[in-house]
Every structure is written in C-alpha cells, then in structure tokens.
C-alpha cells in the first residue's frame, strides 16, 4: 500500500512528497458507522474489478469523484455507515480513509519504483544479459547495432551525451529548416523512447550497468540514428514517415551505422490491407532488408479490434504495454487498459513494461510544458518524465532486439522475433488476445537456440493510396488553411504506386529534395547528415501545422482513447498513451 500511495500522490499533487495511507482495519470500520442520512465520509476504494467497485459506491448511495488507475483505486464519497458494505463488495480490495495525512519529502529511487528502467530491466532479463558476452567476448550490451528512431528527435540531455550515442540522419521534419531546432525534439518524445531504447549516464561505469543511482536503457551501448519527422505541434504526414523508413533502408550500411533495428513507436488508423498499404509496404521492405521491425499496436484499448498501422503488418513485431499493478511481480500483470486487443488474426506479438514508465524528459519540450503529472517530484535533478502507452512498450522490445543482435550479429529478423515471441513471460491474469505470446523475457531469449525459422505471409504490394494511409491524421496549411489530402507528398510530388519501396539519391526523395546529400562536421553527436533548405514549393515544411490541439484531453490518469481531434496526428499515431 505504501508503494502504491507513493504513486499516487506523486501524480496528484506534482509536489516532493511521500504519503503512507493506513486501510482500515474491520474495528475502525466499525467504528466509523453511523446511518445513511448521516455524514458522509472520504474514502479511497481499492479495486480488483474497477466497475464492479463503483457499483459497489452507488449501491450504498456513494459518488465516485476520481478514477485512480494507476493504484487501482477509485475516489469516493461514501456514506459513513456503509464502509463495511462496500468493502465487502465483489470487486473490492479495499477501503482506506482519504483524510489529511502528514506529507513529507523523499528521494526518488529507482530501486524504489516498480515502474523504473532499473526495476523493468531486471524484471526482463536486460540485467542478466548485460553480464554475458557476445563471441568476441565483449559484453553484451547492444554494442555496434544501430537502432533507427523515426519519432520526434532526440534532445541532448544526460544519459544521450555520449560520444557517437546519438547519429543524426537527415531531419525530415517540418522544423528542418531551423537551427535552433533541426534534429531536436521540441515535442518530447522521441527522447523519452530514446532513453529506453538506449540511453547510459556518462557516470555509467563499465560492468555497472545496474547501478540504481543512474540511469541505463535496455541496450545501453547501441547507436541511435535519429529520423526526425514530428514538429512541436506533432505536426508530421505519412509520407514523411515513409520517406524516413526507406532512408533508414538505403543508409542501413553506412560505415558506423549497422542499423539492425527500426523503432516506430507511431501509427495510425489506415483501414487498408496491410497487403496493400504503402505505410505497412515501407516496413515490410525494411524487414525483407534485414531490419528489425518493431511497432506498437496502438492505445484504443481493449475494446479496440483493429492494431494500427503498420503493426498490421504480420512481418513485423507488434508490441502491446503491460501494467504491472503496482509490483515488481511480473505474474500479477495485465495488459494495460490501454494497449489495442485487436483480434484472433492479428494482435500484439508480445507485450513489454507501458504503465508509467520512467525515462528522460525535454525541458520545455511540448510534452514538459503542458503535461507536468509527468515529472517525477522526488527526483531532485527534475531529469525524468513518466509516460505509459505502447510507445515505451516498443522501445523496451527494440532494446531487446539490440542486445540479440550483439549476441548473434547473423540472427534474421524472423529469426529475432521468433527468439522474442518463444521465450515470454507467461500472464495468468491477462486476456490472451491482447496479451499475444506473453510478456517479454530477454534473458530467456538470449539463452535460447537460434531457431530455423522463415516467415510466409504473402509479401505486400504497396499499391494502396497515400490518403488511405494517413487514416483520419493530417497536416494543414495554418495560412491557407488547407489540408494535405489526396496522391501527393508533403513536397507536393505525386504518389505513384509502386510494388517496391522508394530509393534515396543524396539527399532526394520521390523526385523532390528532402535534405542534404551527405555527412557533415559534428554537433553533439558524432555525425550529422548534412540539411536542407526546402524551398520552390507550396507545399514545404514550414507551412505545415497539426490541427487544433482542443480535443487533445489528459485525464489525469492516462491519454484517453481519442487525445488528439480526428484531424491531426490522433491519438493512434504517436502513441505514448499518457505522462503522469
């Protein structure tokens, strides 16, 4: 209970305070009774069943006032004399009084928080792995692999500081032709899955890696190719992401590169065939080429039958978030109320740690400036940022698929999401539908055999529309207030279907010019894929924006099922469900 109190209070009251709440005992239950038509009384109803909890209020003429999740809790406005009813109620785990409590400040641990790096890693296996070695003999911690992040960029802050962690690739974004912001994340969540994926303090000493007082990604010794695509405003199109996705293809190469993992934390509500779709043909092209694919499902929750896009691809490794109810006890987790269920044909693959999960946060960021439930109070360097949702689920399983990678350099992507998908954790209290094979083991998958295995699946096409693609997200001239509909990319080219994915020359894409066409100097990384101006059209970069940001509604608790209006980047493409 304290460690769910902590929680709690961390998110309601964004302050630097511990709180320890006491459940009643029977005696003061007891004790607290009195009539119906007399005082009514505060409580905060623990629950194993959340609706059945408030039945259980409104039976005994109570008002629920706050859903509490993240503790599954409800707050409530009770009858005194009803106590004993309702905390014998199906569905009820407990009543405990919601009264005024001394607070008083404490250091945030990792070691503390179930919901931390240190505490998933170990949960998973990441710890175990990290003291093997790879045939070389060095151990295993992701080194030389690259992971690709198509997302929103990736800030420099401490734990992605190193030198040669981050590489720039080319900014696609509608923010490239700034200095101030090209490759930057001015939103905030490309870093936050950065940091999962890969983040290491620069205090990380070798052979340490566990050390709680620091901060350590899944593979902390992996590259990071940063494919910027997301504005401030989330403003981003389909054919950005596309383009990205084939840049990562043609450059997977390069010296220093060695991408072996692609990371799309994004989807978005496309009703085509994934046979036919040219978002999920862009992916399977990735995967035929060698690179691991993996994708979340999507954040439309459990009564949710369709995975987004291009998690609909069966190729690729669907990723759902597991919520571990408040313990370091894996066998008590479900499926995030969060996480898209899908259907029998096609589901999440596994599920990885989504609820609440603690990375590295963008001062200033978009995310950090209009959602402060997300910052960790006790953490006295005001370095971390809480998020849940697929999205960090995702980076969670592109860590493992890192690590893999390093282990066996000579693993086929079907061959990596068979170790992945064989090797799970099983979940007794999850639905088995949106919990796929189970929850992610790595060090069971590192220990395992390299399986023969080739996927089957009839290869896709891509000779669906662009708009189909995009789903109900779009970008929108802020001047003319035009929208970006139809066969033609945010550089105003034609889209023409094709049955194989489109090559980069230097710097240009579908006809038009996207960047700039080399390497070039430093910044803080160790390399930095020269920029471009784009200019000459109508339909360049800084003319975009996301719609409206009105209907995008925090509950407190979570991002809701619809955060963003049904005409921007919605709420099933970036899909970080929630910052508290």
Known sequence: MAAQARGWWARLLAVPTVVALVALTPSTIANAAGTHDGPQTDVIVGYTDAAAAER???AAGGTTTRRLDLVDSVAATVPADALTRISTSAGVRSVTPDGTVRLKAAKWRADNDENSLYNIEAGNGAQQVWTTTDATGRTVTGKGIGVALIDSGIAPVEGLTAAGKVVNGPDLSFESNGAATRYLDTFGHGTHMAGIIAGRDTKVKAGKEDDPKLFTGVAPDATLINLKVAAADGAVDVSQVIAAIDWAVAHRNDPGLNIRVLNLSFGTDSAQDPRLDPLSHAVEAAWRAGIVVVVAVGNDGAAATRVSMPAANPYVIAVG???PRGTTTR???IVGDFSTRGNATRHADLLAAGKSVVSLRVPGSYIDSNYPTGLLPTDKDQRLFRGSGTSQATAVVSGAAAL?????PNLTPDQVKRLLTTTTDTMPA??????GAGQLNIAAA???PTPAYTQTWSASLGTGTLEGARGSAHVTDPVSGIELTGERDIMGAA???SITARA???????GRTWSGSSWSGSSWTSRTWSGATWTGNNWTGVSWTARTWSDAVWDGRTWSARTWSARTWSARTWSGCGWS
């Open 56 to 58: 259980a209020v409104a």
């Open 321 to 323: 978030g597991a919520d």
């Open 331 to 333: 066998t008590d987790d």
């Open 404 to 408: 893999l990678l390093q282990q066996r």
């Open 430 to 435: 999850a639905d088995p539908i949106s919990a």
């Open 446 to 448: 590192a220990a395992a």
């Open 495 to 497: 889209w023409t279907k």
């Open 504 to 510: 980069w020359v230097g710097g240009v894409w579908n």
